[in-house]
Protein backbone atom coordinates (compact mmCIF):
# COMPACT_ATOMS: atom_id res chain seq x y z
CA UNK A 1 0.00 0.00 0.00
CA UNK A 2 1.22 3.51 -1.00
CA UNK A 3 0.56 6.84 -0.08
CA UNK A 4 -2.29 7.73 -2.85
CA UNK A 5 -2.91 11.01 -4.63
CA UNK A 6 -6.27 10.51 -2.59
CA UNK A 7 -4.98 10.63 0.21
CA UNK A 8 -2.46 13.23 -0.07
CA UNK A 9 -5.41 15.39 -1.47
CA UNK A 10 -7.08 14.93 1.43
CA UNK A 11 -10.01 13.34 0.43
CA UNK A 12 -12.88 11.32 1.83
CA UNK A 13 -11.28 7.80 1.02
CA UNK A 14 -8.10 9.28 1.92
CA UNK A 15 -9.17 10.35 5.76
CA UNK A 16 -11.11 7.09 6.20
CA UNK A 17 -7.78 5.11 5.40
CA UNK A 18 -6.20 7.73 7.69
CA UNK A 19 -8.54 6.68 10.44
CA UNK A 20 -8.06 2.96 10.21
CA UNK A 21 -4.37 3.37 9.83
CA UNK A 22 -4.14 5.26 12.85
CA UNK A 23 -6.04 3.12 14.45
CA UNK A 24 -4.31 -0.19 13.74
CA UNK A 25 -1.68 1.55 15.02
CA UNK A 26 -2.42 2.34 17.98
CA UNK A 27 -3.72 -0.81 19.16
CA UNK A 28 -0.29 -2.16 17.69
CA UNK A 29 1.76 0.32 19.65
CA UNK A 30 -0.52 -0.42 22.75
CA UNK A 31 -0.27 -4.19 23.05
CA UNK A 32 3.54 -3.42 22.39
CA UNK A 33 3.92 -1.03 25.11
CA UNK A 34 2.07 -3.23 26.97
CA UNK A 35 4.38 -6.22 26.36
CA UNK A 36 7.16 -3.79 27.38
CA UNK A 37 5.33 -3.53 30.44
CA UNK A 38 5.31 -7.32 30.81
CA UNK A 39 8.60 -7.11 30.25
CA UNK A 40 9.51 -4.91 32.98
CA UNK A 41 6.78 -5.86 35.42
CA UNK A 42 8.42 -9.56 35.34
CA UNK A 43 11.98 -8.84 35.72
CA UNK A 44 10.94 -6.21 38.81
CA UNK A 45 9.79 -9.76 39.99
CA UNK A 46 11.68 -11.61 38.94
CA UNK A 47 15.69 -9.94 40.03
CA UNK A 48 16.51 -8.20 43.06
CA UNK A 49 15.44 -4.68 43.49
CA UNK A 50 19.17 -3.46 42.83
CA UNK A 51 19.69 -5.48 39.96
CA UNK A 52 16.54 -4.14 38.46
CA UNK A 53 17.03 -0.88 39.12
CA UNK A 54 20.75 -1.81 37.05
CA UNK A 55 18.43 -3.10 34.03
CA UNK A 56 15.73 -0.52 34.59
CA UNK A 57 19.07 2.18 33.46
CA UNK A 58 20.53 -0.06 31.00
CA UNK A 59 17.09 -0.42 29.29
CA UNK A 60 16.50 3.14 28.96
CA UNK A 61 20.34 3.77 27.40
CA UNK A 62 19.36 1.21 24.83
CA UNK A 63 16.21 3.67 24.73
CA UNK A 64 17.84 6.99 24.63
CA UNK A 65 20.68 5.62 22.19
CA UNK A 66 17.59 4.53 19.46
CA UNK A 67 17.23 7.90 19.29
CA UNK A 68 19.35 9.37 17.17
CA UNK A 69 19.00 6.66 14.26
CA UNK A 70 15.26 7.83 14.94
CA UNK A 71 16.47 10.34 12.44
CA UNK A 72 16.94 8.17 9.85
CA UNK A 73 13.29 6.72 9.93
CA UNK A 74 12.11 10.67 9.93
CA UNK A 75 14.05 10.95 7.04
CA UNK A 76 13.44 8.02 5.37
CA UNK A 77 9.72 8.02 5.37
CA UNK A 78 9.30 11.62 4.40
CA UNK A 79 11.59 10.80 1.37
CA UNK A 80 10.00 7.66 0.53
CA UNK A 81 6.55 9.81 0.50
CA UNK A 82 7.13 11.90 -1.41
CA UNK A 83 8.69 9.89 -4.18
CA UNK A 84 5.81 7.80 -4.05
CA UNK A 85 3.51 10.55 -3.90
CA UNK A 86 5.30 11.69 -7.50
CA UNK A 87 4.94 8.15 -8.96
CA UNK A 88 8.91 7.67 -8.73
CA UNK A 89 8.94 4.09 -7.06
CA UNK A 90 12.59 2.98 -8.10
CA UNK A 91 13.35 6.48 -6.83
CA UNK A 92 12.34 5.90 -3.80
CA UNK A 93 13.66 2.31 -3.13
CA UNK A 94 16.74 3.72 -3.97
CA UNK A 95 16.67 6.07 -1.26
CA UNK A 96 15.90 2.91 1.12
CA UNK A 97 18.50 0.61 -0.11
CA UNK A 98 21.75 3.30 0.20
CA UNK A 99 20.14 4.41 3.53
CA UNK A 100 20.17 0.41 4.21
CA UNK A 101 23.32 -0.41 3.41
CA UNK A 102 25.19 2.89 5.17
CA UNK A 103 23.22 1.53 8.35
CA UNK A 104 24.73 -2.15 7.86
CA UNK A 105 27.98 -0.63 7.76
CA UNK A 106 28.04 1.57 11.01
CA UNK A 107 25.99 -2.22 13.02
CA UNK A 108 28.94 -3.74 11.43
CA UNK A 109 31.97 -0.99 12.58
CA UNK A 110 29.81 -0.55 16.28
CA UNK A 111 29.72 -4.32 17.28
CA UNK A 112 33.57 -4.93 16.32
CA UNK A 113 34.37 -1.65 18.98
CA UNK A 114 31.44 -2.54 21.68
CA UNK A 115 33.34 -6.20 21.41
CA UNK A 116 37.32 -5.00 22.05
CA UNK A 117 35.48 -2.33 24.78
CA UNK A 118 33.95 -5.32 26.55
CA UNK A 119 37.06 -6.90 26.75
CA UNK A 120 39.11 -4.18 27.85
CA UNK A 121 36.43 -2.90 30.53
CA UNK A 122 36.62 -6.31 31.89
CA UNK A 123 40.49 -6.51 31.83
CA UNK A 124 40.58 -3.53 33.59
CA UNK A 125 37.86 -5.00 36.50
CA UNK A 126 34.90 -2.90 35.75
CA UNK A 127 32.30 -4.11 37.53
CA UNK A 128 28.88 -4.73 34.86
CA UNK A 129 31.53 -4.78 31.97
CA UNK A 130 29.62 -7.20 29.68
CA UNK A 131 26.47 -5.97 30.89
CA UNK A 132 27.61 -2.65 29.33
CA UNK A 133 29.02 -4.42 26.34
CA UNK A 134 25.82 -5.98 25.49
CA UNK A 135 24.12 -2.96 26.15
CA UNK A 136 26.40 -1.32 23.32
CA UNK A 137 25.46 -4.73 20.95
CA UNK A 138 21.81 -3.95 21.43
CA UNK A 139 21.95 -0.37 20.36
CA UNK A 140 24.64 -1.09 17.62
CA UNK A 141 22.06 -3.62 16.09
CA UNK A 142 18.94 -1.44 16.34
CA UNK A 143 20.40 1.07 14.35
CA UNK A 144 18.70 -0.28 11.08
CA UNK A 145 15.21 -0.94 12.48
CA UNK A 146 14.26 2.73 12.28
CA UNK A 147 15.31 2.58 8.24
CA UNK A 148 13.50 -0.77 7.97
CA UNK A 149 10.24 0.76 9.63
CA UNK A 150 10.92 4.82 8.30
CA UNK A 151 10.55 2.49 4.31
CA UNK A 152 7.32 1.04 5.87
CA UNK A 153 6.13 3.98 7.12
CA UNK A 154 6.63 6.75 4.00
CA UNK A 155 4.84 3.40 1.40
CA UNK A 156 1.73 3.71 3.87
CA UNK A 157 2.30 0.51 4.78
CA UNK A 158 0.84 0.71 8.78
CA UNK A 159 -0.62 -3.15 8.47
CA UNK A 160 3.04 -4.25 8.62
CA UNK A 161 4.65 -1.60 10.51
CA UNK A 162 2.29 -2.32 13.00
CA UNK A 163 3.25 -6.39 13.42
CA UNK A 164 6.76 -5.09 13.28
CA UNK A 165 5.63 -3.18 16.81
CA UNK A 166 4.56 -5.94 18.19
CA UNK A 167 7.20 -8.47 16.80
CA UNK A 168 10.01 -6.32 18.64
CA UNK A 169 8.01 -6.09 21.96
CA UNK A 170 7.33 -9.65 21.90
CA UNK A 171 10.47 -11.26 20.92
CA UNK A 172 12.33 -9.12 23.45
CA UNK A 173 9.20 -10.55 25.98
CA UNK A 174 10.07 -14.05 25.43
CA UNK A 175 14.20 -13.56 25.26
CA UNK A 176 14.33 -11.58 28.46
CA UNK A 177 11.57 -13.99 30.67
CA UNK A 178 13.67 -17.12 29.47
CA UNK A 179 16.84 -15.70 30.52
CA UNK A 180 15.68 -14.50 33.64
CA UNK A 181 13.58 -17.27 34.68
CA UNK A 182 16.78 -19.25 34.22
CA UNK A 183 18.47 -17.36 36.68
CA UNK A 184 20.65 -15.11 33.73
CA UNK A 185 22.55 -12.20 35.02
CA UNK A 186 21.74 -9.08 33.65
CA UNK A 187 24.48 -9.05 30.94
CA UNK A 188 22.53 -12.15 29.81
CA UNK A 189 19.18 -10.19 29.49
CA UNK A 190 20.98 -7.77 27.62
CA UNK A 191 22.51 -10.14 25.03
CA UNK A 192 19.26 -11.72 24.75
CA UNK A 193 17.59 -8.28 23.99
CA UNK A 194 20.31 -8.19 21.34
CA UNK A 195 19.40 -11.00 19.40
CA UNK A 196 15.88 -10.01 19.34
CA UNK A 197 16.77 -7.17 18.01
CA UNK A 198 18.51 -8.84 15.38
CA UNK A 199 15.88 -10.88 14.19
CA UNK A 200 12.75 -7.99 14.13
CA UNK A 201 15.19 -6.32 11.55
CA UNK A 202 15.39 -9.39 9.56
CA UNK A 203 11.81 -10.31 9.65
CA UNK A 204 9.93 -6.98 9.64
CA UNK A 205 12.22 -5.56 6.01
CA UNK A 206 10.60 -8.72 4.03
CA UNK A 207 7.48 -6.68 3.26
CA UNK A 208 9.68 -4.10 1.47
CA UNK A 209 11.62 -6.46 -0.77
CA UNK A 210 9.13 -5.66 -3.46
CA UNK A 211 9.74 -1.99 -3.44
CA UNK A 212 13.84 -3.21 -2.80
CA UNK A 213 13.47 -4.36 -5.63
CA UNK A 214 12.87 -1.78 -8.40
CA UNK A 215 15.48 0.08 -6.97
CA UNK A 216 18.47 1.35 -9.34
CA UNK A 217 22.05 1.11 -8.66
CA UNK A 218 22.93 2.77 -6.11
CA UNK A 219 26.02 3.55 -3.87
CA UNK A 220 25.64 4.04 -0.04
CA UNK A 221 24.37 6.90 1.28
CA UNK A 222 25.64 9.32 3.54
CA UNK A 223 24.46 9.66 6.88
CA UNK A 224 26.08 12.74 7.73
CA UNK A 225 23.20 15.25 6.52
CA UNK A 226 21.77 17.96 7.60
CA UNK A 227 18.40 16.96 8.24
CA UNK A 228 19.40 13.55 9.93
CA UNK A 229 21.75 15.65 11.95
CA UNK A 230 19.08 18.15 12.87
CA UNK A 231 16.09 15.44 13.12
CA UNK A 232 18.55 13.17 15.40
CA UNK A 233 19.99 16.34 18.27
CA UNK A 234 16.28 16.86 18.46
CA UNK A 235 15.35 13.23 18.62
CA UNK A 236 17.85 12.55 21.12
CA UNK A 237 17.52 15.49 23.69
CA UNK A 238 13.65 15.07 23.83
CA UNK A 239 14.13 11.60 25.07
CA UNK A 240 17.29 12.39 27.30
CA UNK A 241 14.49 14.74 28.50
CA UNK A 242 12.01 11.89 29.51
CA UNK A 243 14.28 9.36 30.01
CA UNK A 244 17.07 11.10 32.04
CA UNK A 245 15.45 10.78 35.69
CA UNK A 246 15.98 6.90 35.46
CA UNK A 247 19.86 6.46 34.95
CA UNK A 248 20.06 10.04 37.95
CA UNK A 249 17.71 7.66 40.06
CA UNK A 250 19.78 4.63 39.76
CA UNK A 251 22.90 6.96 40.69
CA UNK A 252 21.38 9.01 43.66
CA UNK A 253 19.43 6.60 45.28
CA UNK A 254 20.05 3.47 47.35
CA UNK A 255 19.43 -0.06 45.89
CA UNK A 256 15.44 -0.56 46.80
CA UNK A 257 14.28 3.43 46.53
CA UNK A 258 16.28 3.03 42.90
CA UNK A 259 13.83 0.04 41.74
CA UNK A 260 11.13 1.32 43.20
CA UNK A 261 11.28 4.74 41.19
CA UNK A 262 12.30 2.66 38.02
CA UNK A 263 9.17 1.28 38.65
CA UNK A 264 7.27 4.23 38.74
CA UNK A 265 9.11 5.66 35.90
CA UNK A 266 9.18 2.65 33.50
CA UNK A 267 4.82 2.19 34.08
CA UNK A 268 4.11 6.15 33.90
CA UNK A 269 6.02 5.97 30.11
CA UNK A 270 2.93 4.22 29.19
CA UNK A 271 1.47 7.43 28.39
CA UNK A 272 4.06 7.74 25.34
CA UNK A 273 2.44 5.10 23.26
CA UNK A 274 -0.58 7.75 22.37
CA UNK A 275 1.74 10.51 20.58
CA UNK A 276 3.77 7.21 18.77
CA UNK A 277 0.81 6.33 17.76
CA UNK A 278 -0.14 9.34 16.49
CA UNK A 279 2.98 10.89 15.05
CA UNK A 280 3.55 7.43 12.94
CA UNK A 281 0.59 8.28 11.20
CA UNK A 282 0.63 12.11 10.37
CA UNK A 283 4.33 11.90 9.64
CA UNK A 284 3.98 10.84 6.34
CA UNK A 285 0.61 12.68 5.69
CA UNK A 286 1.97 15.86 6.96
CA UNK A 287 5.33 15.67 4.74
CA UNK A 288 3.00 16.02 1.08
CA UNK A 289 0.37 18.41 2.30
CA UNK A 290 2.44 21.79 1.25
CA UNK A 291 -0.44 23.65 2.67
CA UNK A 292 0.36 25.87 5.56
CA UNK A 293 -3.19 25.39 7.05
CA UNK A 294 -3.95 22.38 6.66
CA UNK A 295 -0.88 21.45 8.23
CA UNK A 296 -1.70 23.64 11.59
CA UNK A 297 -5.05 21.48 11.08
CA UNK A 298 -2.72 18.13 11.61
CA UNK A 299 -1.00 19.38 13.79
CA UNK A 300 -3.90 20.71 16.08
CA UNK A 301 -5.68 17.49 15.71
CA UNK A 302 -2.90 15.60 16.92
CA UNK A 303 -2.23 17.70 19.91
CA UNK A 304 -6.08 17.32 20.82
CA UNK A 305 -6.29 13.42 20.37
CA UNK A 306 -2.47 13.10 22.78
CA UNK A 307 -4.15 15.67 25.36
CA UNK A 308 -7.95 13.68 25.68
CA UNK A 309 -6.09 10.34 25.87
CA UNK A 310 -3.54 11.36 28.39
CA UNK A 311 -5.70 13.20 30.76
CA UNK A 312 -7.65 9.96 30.74
CA UNK A 313 -5.15 7.44 31.53
CA UNK A 314 -3.30 10.35 33.96
CA UNK A 315 -6.48 10.66 36.08
CA UNK A 316 -6.20 6.46 35.96
CA UNK A 317 -2.56 6.25 37.67
CA UNK A 318 -3.36 8.62 39.73
CA UNK A 319 -6.59 7.23 41.78
CA UNK A 320 -5.49 4.01 41.36
CA UNK A 321 -1.59 4.42 42.12
CA UNK A 322 -1.34 2.08 44.60
CA UNK A 323 -2.89 -0.81 43.10
CA UNK A 324 -1.67 -0.53 39.85
CA UNK A 325 2.09 -0.54 41.36
CA UNK A 326 0.98 -3.40 43.62
CA UNK A 327 -0.27 -6.03 40.64
CA UNK A 328 2.43 -5.12 38.39
CA UNK A 329 5.81 -4.98 40.30
CA UNK A 330 4.70 -5.98 43.58
CA UNK A 331 4.46 -5.21 47.32
CA UNK A 332 8.16 -4.99 47.74
CA UNK A 333 7.65 -1.59 44.99
CA UNK A 334 5.03 -0.15 46.86
CA UNK A 335 7.01 2.75 47.43
CA UNK A 336 6.79 3.65 44.11
CA UNK A 337 2.85 4.63 44.78
CA UNK A 338 3.28 8.58 45.57
CA UNK A 339 5.35 9.06 42.10
CA UNK A 340 3.39 6.95 39.44
CA UNK A 341 0.24 9.71 39.19
CA UNK A 342 2.62 13.33 38.61
CA UNK A 343 5.52 11.11 36.91
CA UNK A 344 2.38 10.19 34.18
CA UNK A 345 1.29 14.14 33.87
CA UNK A 346 5.00 14.81 33.18
CA UNK A 347 4.80 12.18 30.76
CA UNK A 348 1.39 14.06 29.04
CA UNK A 349 3.15 17.23 28.97
CA UNK A 350 6.37 15.43 26.97
CA UNK A 351 3.84 13.63 24.55
CA UNK A 352 2.45 16.64 23.41
CA UNK A 353 6.52 18.11 22.73
CA UNK A 354 6.33 14.82 20.65
CA UNK A 355 3.69 15.77 18.88
CA UNK A 356 5.12 19.00 17.99
CA UNK A 357 8.31 17.95 17.28
CA UNK A 358 7.41 15.42 14.96
CA UNK A 359 5.30 18.09 13.59
CA UNK A 360 8.63 20.16 12.89
CA UNK A 361 10.67 17.38 11.43
CA UNK A 362 7.86 16.30 8.79
CA UNK A 363 8.36 19.45 7.02
CA UNK A 364 11.73 19.39 7.43
CA UNK A 365 12.19 22.25 10.32
CA UNK A 366 14.70 20.66 12.51
CA UNK A 367 16.04 23.89 14.18
CA UNK A 368 13.71 23.32 17.23
CA UNK A 369 16.68 21.15 18.17
CA UNK A 370 18.46 23.66 19.60
CA UNK A 371 15.92 24.89 22.15
CA UNK A 372 15.46 21.29 22.84
CA UNK A 373 19.15 20.87 23.63
CA UNK A 374 19.41 23.94 25.62
CA UNK A 375 16.27 22.65 27.55
CA UNK A 376 18.48 19.46 28.27
CA UNK A 377 21.48 21.30 29.52
CA UNK A 378 18.84 23.22 31.87
CA UNK A 379 17.56 19.90 33.18
CA UNK A 380 20.82 18.38 34.23
CA UNK A 381 21.57 21.71 35.92
CA UNK A 382 18.24 21.21 37.86
CA UNK A 383 19.04 17.48 38.45
CA UNK A 384 22.30 18.49 40.02
CA UNK A 385 20.49 21.06 42.57
CA UNK A 386 17.77 19.23 43.29
CA UNK A 387 18.36 15.29 43.63
CA UNK A 388 18.03 14.31 47.45
CA UNK A 389 14.15 12.97 47.36
CA UNK A 390 12.61 11.09 44.62
CA UNK A 391 10.22 13.61 44.70
CA UNK A 392 12.33 16.60 43.62
CA UNK A 393 13.17 14.11 40.44
CA UNK A 394 9.46 13.95 39.49
CA UNK A 395 9.09 18.23 40.38
CA UNK A 396 12.02 18.43 37.64
CA UNK A 397 10.43 15.93 34.86
CA UNK A 398 6.85 17.95 35.85
CA UNK A 399 8.12 21.47 35.35
CA UNK A 400 10.31 20.49 32.39
CA UNK A 401 7.55 18.52 30.42
CA UNK A 402 5.51 21.66 31.15
CA UNK A 403 8.28 24.12 29.84
CA UNK A 404 9.21 21.49 26.83
CA UNK A 405 5.50 21.88 25.32
CA UNK A 406 5.05 25.74 25.43
CA UNK A 407 8.63 26.18 24.29
CA UNK A 408 7.53 23.96 21.16
CA UNK A 409 4.19 26.17 20.68
CA UNK A 410 6.01 29.15 21.05
CA UNK A 411 8.33 27.95 18.16
CA UNK A 412 5.85 27.28 16.41
CA UNK A 413 4.27 30.78 16.08
CA UNK A 414 7.82 32.60 16.09
CA UNK A 415 9.22 30.22 12.81
CA UNK A 416 5.79 30.77 10.92
Do not use: K
Request: hydrophobic fraction near 60%.
Amino acid sequence: MSVSGDEAGGGAAGRRVLLRSGILLTLAVGLANVLNAVFQFAMARILEPDDYALLAALFAVVLVGAIPPLAFQATTARSVAAELTDGRPAAAASVLRGTLRAVLAWTAALLVLAAIATVVAAAVGLDDALAVGATAATIAVALAIPVVWGGLQGAGRFTALSGAHVLYAGTRVAVGLAIGLASGSVAAVMLGLAGATALTVIVTALPLRSLLATAEPVRRRSLATRPNAGAALGLTALWALMYSDLLVARLAFSGDEAGAYAAAAVASRVLLLVPIAATTVLFPRVAVLHDRARERRHLAAGLAVVAAASTLLVGFAWVFAGTLIDVLFGDEYAAAEPWLGPLCLAMALYGLALVYLYHFLALGRARISVVLVLLLVAQMVAYGLFHAEPSELVGVQIAFGAVTAVACETWYHLRR
